[in-house]
């Protein structure tokens, strides 16, 4: 029973076939590679491009910027260092990650709203 299973599935040129051209490997792969075009474009690319604006943003903070961290928090910059950020929140002062921060607060010190 399994000669016959392995005899059936055997090579093209044991079964007398031509080996796959050129052009019929382009087609075998031409739905992979169009697939990897369409994933860059929506998750690869956009995903750089906010990368690359949130490390811009967190170049650009200053003293007195109020600011939103990725856990919710909202202070206002007292000490910036390469690494951490002093804020103030409310009456307490915390020293976070530069990382940690997730924006700036439109028309608090920040960036003023465009009319």
Do not use: N
Not at 9 to 37: C, D, K, N, R, Y
Not at 88 to 106: D, F, V
């Amino acid at each position: 029973m399994f000669e016959s299973v392995a005899y059936a599935m055997g090579t093209p040129q044991a079964t007398g076939g031509t080996p796959a051209s050129g052009t019929e490997m382009l087609m075998q792969f031409l739905p992979l590679i169009i697939m990897f075009v369409i994933f860059w474009f929506l998750l690869i690319r956009p995903q750089q491009k906010r990368a690359k604006a949130h490390k811009q943003m967190l170049s650009e903070l200053k003293r007195g910027d109020h600011v939103l961290t990725s856990s919710g928090l909202i202070g206002r910059i007292l000490e910036l260092d390469d690494e951490q950020v002093l804020l103030e929140c409310g009456e307490a002062k915390l020293r976070i990650s530069r990382g940690a921060i997730g924006g700036i607060m439109p028309g608090k010190g920040g960036k003023e709203e465009s009319k």
